[in-house]
């Protein structure tokens, strides 16, 4: 009887589940999982294929980093990252490849892709959160940059090198 029941429960298992899932299955993924933050970062060139840094008010210590931020409730990925470019540079840029993915911070899933700007390509900071922003050669990043940022930017100019 306990043989019949243990190689029926995961069938029945599998029936509920079926019959649940096309009724409130997200529900009931959503109640049963981990919610994550996703942050989006841009590594943006300019024409001359200099990297953009950024130095952030709210990061501790002031350093240097890529454009980023986090994405909004409804926002896709490409989105939010040209949002968060566009609040803190006022740059236009058009979102490209995927360069990395990482989640090695609690619950953050963290995405960043190189972005081209696109039209006149004038820097308007946002004093609020941007302390200072330039455009430095990939031989030439600045000290206080963040260690994660530089090595995607090391990566990214060591794969268009070979």
């Given at each position: 009887?306990?043989?019949?029941?243990?190689?029926?429960?995961?069938?029945?298992?599998?029936?509920?589940?079926?019959?649940?899932?096309?009724?409130?299955?997200?529900?009931?993924l959503?109640?049963?999982?981990?919610?994550?933050?996703?942050?989006?970062?841009?590594?943006?060139?300019?024409?001359?294929?200099?990297?953009?840094?950024?130095?952030?008010?709210?990061?501790?210590?002031?350093?240097?980093?890529?454009?980023?931020?986090?994405?909004?409730?409804?926002?896709?990925?490409?989105e939010?990252?040209?949002?968060?470019?566009?609040?803190?540079?006022?740059?236009?840029?058009?979102?490209?490849?995927?360069?990395?993915?990482?989640?090695?911070?609690r619950?953050?899933?963290?995405?960043?892709?190189?972005?081209?700007?696109?039209g006149?390509?004038?820097?308007?900071?946002?004093?609020?959160?941007?302390?200072?922003?330039?455009?430095?050669?990939?031989?030439?990043?600045?000290?206080?940059?963040?260690?994660?940022?530089?090595?995607?930017?090391?990566?990214?100019?060591?794969?268009?090198?070979?």
């Amino acid at each position: 009887m306990v043989e019949r029941f243990c190689h029926t429960m995961p069938e029945l298992t599998s029936r509920v589940w079926g019959f649940f899932s096309q009724r409130i299955g997200w529900e009931i993924l959503w109640l049963l999982n981990d919610k994550f933050v996703i942050g989006v970062s841009g590594l943006v060139l300019n024409e001359d294929g200099c990297v953009l840094l950024l130095r952030h008010r709210y990061w501790a210590g002031n350093l240097w980093g890529l454009p980023s931020g986090y994405m909004r409730k409804g926002e896709t990925v490409l989105e939010a990252i040209s949002r968060e470019i566009m609040e803190e540079t006022g740059l236009r840029v058009e979102v490209g490849q995927l360069l990395n993915i990482d989640s090695g911070y609690r619950l953050r899933i963290g995405l960043t892709y190189l972005a081209t700007i696109i039209g006149d390509g004038e820097l308007i900071l946002d004093n609020g959160e941007v302390l200072e922003a330039n455009f430095f050669p990939f031989d030439d990043l600045p000290e206080g940059l963040i260690d994660s940022h530089r090595e995607i930017i090391t990566n990214y100019s060591i794969s268009i090198l070979s």
